[in-house]
Nanobody, 115 residues
Framework: QVQVVESGGGLVQPGGSLRLSCTASGTIGSIYVMGWYRQAPGKERELVARIDVLGKTTVADNIKGRFTISRDGAKNTVYLQMNSLKSEDTAVYYC?????????WGQGTRVTVSS
């Protein structure tokens, strides 16, 4: 069993920054790819960014240059540094940790960008 826990969401003004953290734990080895998804009200869940154990990243076009994903592979921990936040970044952000053909998700952390 894998437990996935996110933290770091909150309310921030447009142009501000937040850093999200996610740790996957349990009786597991290294998770090859971990990522962040988000779901805004009334919209589908979408990929924000993901990173593998070698540091290779995939980043959505609408956040390139503003968000950075990183990880501490040995601890199955990923981070999402979000800068220059916009109102359209408002969503619940979910951490995804696929492991041994199973999908594990965190409970989500809410990010609200508003003045």
């Amino acid at each position: 069993q894998v437990q996935v826990v996110e933290s770091g969401g909150g309310l921030v003004q447009p142009g501000g920054s937040l850093r999200l953290s996610c740790t996957a734990s349990g009786t597991i080895g290294s998770i090859y790819v971990m990522g962040w998804y988000r779901q805004a009200p009334g919209k589908e869940r979408e990929l924000v960014a993901r990173i593998d154990v070698l540091g290779k990243t995939t980043v959505a076009d609408n956040i390139k240059g503003r968000f950075t994903i990183s990880r501490d592979g040995a601890k199955n921990t990923v981070y999402l540094q979000m800068n220059s936040l916009k109102s359209e970044d408002t969503a619940v952000y979910y951490c995804h940790a696929p492991y041994l053909r199973n999908d594990y998700w965190g409970q989500g952390t809410r990010v609200t960008v508003s003045s």
